[in-house]
């Protein structure tokens, strides 16, 4: 109730400001000027660049978690009660480390500086580490889609494992002796229970993508941007009258992410 009651307030804050019901200078003219201001590409005109921009980085980041996700179903759907620990004990590390700490050790990681290209320096692969591929800090966003869907398949993973755990252990049996093994099994008996679970696990993970900020900033660059790092640039700058903008582009990508998932959810309910 009382977190409601401050996402309502926050939320109610936002639509004020963004009309310009609560002008930080000047006196109020409430209108829709800030929208129009951003549906015709904001300040800097690239705004929309940056949703598409931000609509790839997420459903290809949300794609990838569901695939490692299902692939990490497939390599626990055996009998190896050690090794389900071991990698249940490994979902749950990353699940723990923090989404701006995962960003940074991927900026050390990967980056034409870090730890990959001076071992392939040093191994005699390339010949200076700047001839190392840009995997970070891209145009096209392959940093942040890596840093996502790594952070958020074990996410996907779990879910999926704790729903596939759900299935009477009967149904197994009775695929097995009906000849349904292996990849079989996972294509006709677990994977359709599987799937609508994690579609909406998916779908949860499309909007967190969506509005993130942390990673965007760390792995990504200037131009494109996604806008969760637009809005955050017009909320920051140093002429209040960006104000109401970065708020009515909040109150859009709130109201987005809203109608893609309904979206989803309607066509999962039509699917299933």
């Given at each position: 109730?009382?977190?409601?009651?401050?996402?309502?307030?926050?939320?109610?804050?936002?639509?004020?400001?963004?009309?310009?019901?609560?002008?930080?200078?000047?006196?109020?003219?409430?209108?829709?000027?800030?929208?129009?201001?951003?549906?015709?590409?904001?300040?800097?005109?690239?705004l929309w660049a940056s949703a598409g921009f931000t609509l790839?980085?997420?459903?290809?980041?949300?794609?990838?978690?569901?695939?490692?996700?299902?692939?990490?179903?497939?390599?626990?759907?055996?009998?190896?009660?050690?090794?389900?620990?071991?990698?249940?004990?490994?979902?749950?590390?990353?699940?723990?480390?923090?989404?701006?700490?995962?960003?940074?050790?991927?900026?050390?990681?990967?980056?034409?500086?870090?730890?990959?290209?001076?071992?392939?320096?040093?191994?005699?692969?390339?010949?200076?580490?700047?001839?190392?591929?840009?995997?970070?800090?891209?145009?096209?966003?392959?940093?942040?889609?890596?840093?996502?869907?790594?952070?958020?398949?074990?996410?996907?993973?779990?879910?999926?494992?704790?729903?596939?755990?759900?299935?009477?252990?009967?149904?197994?049996?009775?695929?097995?002796?009906?000849?349904?093994?292996?990849?079989?099994?996972?294509?006709?008996?677990?994977?359709?229970?599987?799937?609508?679970?994690?579609?909406?696990?998916?779908?949860?993970?499309?909007?967190?993508?969506?509005?993130?900020?942390?990673?965007?900033?760390?792995?990504?660059?200037?131009?494109?941007?996604?806008?969760?790092?637009?809005?955050?640039?017009?909320?920051?700058?140093?002429?209040?009258?960006?104000?109401?903008?970065?708020?009515?582009?909040?109150?859009?990508?709130?109201?987005?992410?809203?109608?893609?998932?309904?979206?989803?959810?309607?066509?999962?309910?039509?699917?299933?």
């Amino acid at each position: 109730m009382a977190l409601g009651l401050l996402m309502a307030a926050g939320l109610g804050y936002a639509v004020a400001q963004g009309l310009g019901a609560l002008p930080l200078t000047g006196e109020a003219e409430v209108g829709l000027h800030a929208y129009r201001e951003i549906l015709a590409g904001g300040p800097d005109g690239d705004l929309w660049a940056s949703a598409g921009f931000t609509l790839w980085v997420s459903a290809a980041s949300t794609l990838l978690a569901a695939v490692l996700a299902l692939a990490a179903l497939v390599w626990l759907d055996r009998p190896a009660a050690r090794r389900r620990g071991l990698a249940s004990g490994l979902l749950h590390l990353n699940l723990a480390v923090p989404h701006v700490v995962w960003a940074v050790a991927l900026l050390l990681l990967l980056s034409q500086a870090g730890l990959l290209a001076r071992a392939a320096e040093a191994m005699g692969l390339i010949d200076v580490p700047a001839d190392f591929p840009v995997l970070v800090r891209d145009r096209f966003g392959l940093g942040i889609i890596v840093h996502f869907a790594t952070k958020e398949a074990p996410f996907l993973a779990l879910v999926a494992i704790a729903i596939a755990r759900t299935q009477p252990r009967e149904l197994r049996s009775i695929a097995e002796v009906l000849g349904a093994t292996g990849l079989r099994r996972l294509r006709l008996v677990t994977l359709p229970a599987v799937l609508p679970g994690l579609a909406a696990a998916s779908a949860l993970v499309f909007a967190f993508v969506f509005g993130a900020y942390e990673a965007p900033v760390v792995l990504g660059v200037q131009s494109p941007r996604t806008l969760s790092v637009a809005s955050l640039d017009l909320f920051n700058d140093a002429d209040l009258t960006q104000r109401p903008q970065a708020m009515a582009l909040g109150v859009l990508m709130a109201a987005g992410t809203l109608l893609i998932v309904a979206a989803l959810a309607v066509l999962g309910r039509r699917r299933r």
